[in-house]
Nanobody, 122 residues
Framework: QVQLVESGGGSVQIGGSLRLSCAAS????????MGWYRQPPGKQRELVAT???????NYADSVKGRFTISRDNAKNTVYLQMGSLKPEDTAVYYC????????????????WGQGTQVTVSS
C-alpha cells in the first residue's frame, strides 16, 4: 500500500511564503508524475502544479511565477515552494502521485494525500 504524507501547511500573512512537502512511502517501483492540487472553501479541487519523473512541470496560470514545484525521485518526494501568497491561495492542498507502479509490470494506480491547510490572511 502506498501512502502520501504531506507537511508544511499553516497560516501565513499576505505576501509570505510556505513550503509544502509530500513523501510517498511503501513498495514503489516508480511514479510517473507527482503534483499538488487544492480545494478552496466552497469550491472544487483544482490543479496547482505537477512534475513528471523527467522534470517536466505544469502550473496553473494563477500560480505561475509565484510557486515552484520540485521533486526528489530517489526519495519519492515532491515539494511546493509558495511565494507572494494571496488570500485566494487559501485552500486545502492535496498531494497526488500519478501512475504509481510497485514493480516493472504492475498496474499503475493513483494516490492522494490527506490534505494540508494553507491559510493566507492579513
Amino acid at each position: 500500500q502506498v501512502q502520501l504524507v504531506e507537511s508544511g501547511g499553516g497560516s501565513v500573512q499576505i505576501g509570505g511564503s510556505l513550503r509544502l512537502s509530500c513523501a510517498a512511502s511503501g513498495v514503489i517501483f516508480d511514479i510517473y508524475a507527482m503534483g499538488w492540487y487544492r480545494q478552496p472553501p466552497g469550491k472544487q479541487r483544482e490543479l496547482v502544479a505537477t512534475i513528471t519523473s523527467g522534470g517536466r512541470t505544469n502550473y496553473a496560470d494563477s500560480v505561475k511565477g509565484r510557486f515552484t514545484i520540485s521533486r526528489d525521485n530517489a526519495k519519492n518526494t515532491v515539494y511546493l515552494q509558495m511565494g507572494s501568497l494571496k488570500p485566494e491561495d487559501t485552500a486545502v492542498y492535496y498531494c497526488n502521485a500519478d501512475d504509481v507502479r510497485v514493480n516493472i509490470g504492475s498496474q499503475p494506480y493513483d494516490y492522494w494525500g490527506q490534505g494540508t491547510q494553507v491559510t493566507v490572511s492579513s
